[in-house]
């Protein structure tokens, strides 16, 4: 037997490959299936059965394209509703996998759908669970996802993920080990350990949803407390994970249409395209083209993407360094945004060699916002980072929006005729924020370089004080 858990650190997702004598099983896997398709290649095993844990929110999965490609079925557990050709498992029914057995646990409460698989190894002893977003390490799915499209209440939701928990879940043996969905900066739940493996005994000992004498009533209040607003893409790919979707293939194949620095311009002044720059922050600071949006390869990609642009239809024209363009168009294509239509050939070098307009980001270290804070310590300064970082410590005095934010603030920023001082953790999300800013007429920022992580290194003032955010 074999368990391999495939992370993807953008998304904090994990995939699992199981194998047992030729035959193996995918249990969530991501939209780009070549990985799944060479992994059972290479045990000369063939790919017997898909299994989805729940309708996923956060990313597309890739169970519609491996099933055509294998001939495969897709699995979910009782109250789904899938548009495509599926088995719909009945609780405690199970699959033989070579000479192991995978079992359907219902448990529903993060959706009504959800369940997590059990593996039987070969001498018939329970050896691990796939959670989904039932059981994270550290916490459990958030119960709010679902109102919508089940007519019923967050509330509600997290008393039946009480009992799921309680009844399908805590009554196995200690030494199974748990393989979540999903690990530390997803949005799918709110207190994840970074740790991605564990056994469900030290569960019971670390997750604060398992506690022992914890009573219904107490697991609704602690889970349902604290969350925020879920990213506007998620509804979108749960369609799209419900229905069905367009092959990646034929999606990369549209985006890697080179267009030359004039094709590209004229492309975005006809079709609305975003200009999409997925560099890394550095490079956009130094130079880039006027009004396009930067969110970098190199930093939480994806969510960002689905959090900010939330249009996945708008079209998507790319400058992107050549050899990561592949890279950029999939990874759009996890959270939905599938409408990329070019990229920029030879990158914003070409750009720039061809004379055209470019812009520049100023950014300044942390140093030099020490000094011009002593000079005024009445500067504008906007904190970008989560609510929880800026609660823990922030600048005395500093304006927190979040990034996630931003666009509501976009107004009360235009009436600030001084400079602003922006700044995250540690570089990548204010000039993301700038970016934004920048595209809509707001150019009077500064970004921080290094973020909160070197203002931590200087005499500013610093509290944890916190003062409510309002829209001016």
Known sequence: MKIEQIYTGCLAQGAYYIESNGEAAIIDPLREVNPYLQRAENDNATIKYIFETHFHADFVSGHVTLSEKTGAPIIYGPNANPKFKSIIAEDNQVFQLGDVQIKVLHTPGHT????????????GKDHAIFSGDTLFLGDVGRPDLAQKSDDITQEDLAGILFDSLRNKIMPLADDVVVYPAHGAGSACGKNMMKITVDT???????????????????????????????????????????????????IIKKGTHALSPNAFETAANET??????????????KGHIPRSIFIGLNGGFAPWVGELLVDVEQP?????????????????????????????????????????EMDTL?????????????????????????PGEYSAEHIENAEHISLSDLNLFIPQLLSYKEDIYVHCAGGYRSVIAASILKSRGIHNLIDVAGGYNAIKKTNITRTDYVCPTTLK
């Not at 009504?112 to 001498?123: A, F, G, H, Q, V």
């Not at 969350?227 to 998620?234: D, S």
């Not at 609305?272 to 956009?284: N, S, Y």
Request: proline residues 3%; hydrophobic residues 35%; negative net charge.
């Open 112 to 123: 009504m759908e959800s369940t997590t698989y059990l593996l039987i190894d070969e001498n």
């Open 200 to 250: 469900l005994g030290n569960q019971k000992e670390m997750n604060y949803a398992l506690r022992a004498d914890m009573t219904r009533e107490e697991f609704i209040k602690e889970v349902t407390d604290g969350l925020l607003p879920p990213p506007a893409y998620f509804p979108l790919n749960v369609k799209l994970n419900k229905e069905g979707y367009q092959s990646i293939d034929d």
């Open 362 to 386: 100023e950014s300044i270290p942390a140093s030099e916002l020490e000094a011009r804070w002593q000079q005024n310590k009445e500067i504008q300064i906007v904190d970008v980072r989560k």
């Open 272 to 285: 609305g395209a975003i200009m999409l720059d997925v560099r890394t922050q550095g490079e956009f600071v």
């Open 316 to 356: 998507i024209l790319l400058i992107v360094n050549e050899n990561q363009l592949e890279e950029a168009i999939t990874r759009l294509s996890r959270v939905g945004f599938d409408n990329t239509i070019g990229y920029l050939k030879g990158g914003f070098d070409a750009w720039k060699n061809e004379g055209k």
